[in-house]
């Protein structure tokens, strides 16, 4: 199903890939964009959505020093986000704190309130802790974990614990499992790998070429969505990982992101380089399914596509729901170019 050009636009100055819902803010639906410019100043904008929910206005526009690559908005405090950036070869990451007045100030800077400089290699991602008010946080860089402990009221940052993933593999990124907080998932170029950030050590791993992106499903324990190159998009029950339990098919091109819903069981958003976002409603199979001695790899299944949204010219690289209205979601094209959508006639029916 094609969709039309429903959704709410808002254009960024330059180029962009990172997009995040600012899940703090329980009184506006909101979310932060940053730009990744190679010869000008990038910026972060913080967007909410009006009232009466038909334009995007900007309500901070910040300058950030160097391009950004990841941006994680903090789940306790809608004035603190976290950057992976680069200028030139050399990689950092960075906690930052929005002004308490930006909206009085005519330039408002952003306040660097922690580096988190313990990497050696090209850094990755950063995680929060999934939900609630705790001091800890995650980054990932190509060969190591790093779980870091932060202490808003000193604004600083300290490694509490470092662990690599060895040098035959390549980490690109990675998701904290919301059910399990001590949990967390890494992909390389051909696993994702499961780590126990208590004695940051890996337990297990999904043997599997060309993941890029991977996502828990909040509703259900257990389930694990990948985006890959070649296969598209692959549902995963931790307890049985031989196999995908679902297959989807993915984009025409790179399948970049998956993104599943807060709020709504089986909902799952994909985003690629074929310029499309995709809608999925996805019914795994259920425990009793996964042990029956008949069931066996499940690439036949398909879940049912209820919309692809098409309104874009450039590829698709970032995805974030509202936690805050769990029927809407912003995608973040390359050219800069936000939409927000509401998938309210897309629900299932309760």
Known sequence: MQGGSTGIGYGLKYQARCIADVKADTDHTSFLAGTLSLKEEN?????????????????????????????????FDQRIFSTVFSSGEMYGAAIWQVPELYGQLNSPQLERIASLDAHGSKIRCTLWWPTGRHDKLVTIDEQNLILWGFDTSKKTAQVQAKESAGLLHSLSGGAWDPHDYNAIALTCDSSVQFWDLRNMKKTSSIEHAHIRNVDYDVKKKYMLVTAEDESGINIWDLRMVKFPVLQLPGHDHWTWTVKCNPEYEGLILSAGTDSAVNLWLTSPPSAADLMSESFESNTSRVGHLLNSYSDYEDSVYGLAWSYREPWMFASLSYDGRVVVESIKPHLPRR
């Open 43 to 75: 910026e972060v904008h913080l967007i909410r959505l009006s009232a009466d929910g038909t334009e995007l206005i900007c309500e901070g526009l910040f300058s950030h020093p160097n391009e950004i690559w990841d941006l994680a908005s903090c789940p």
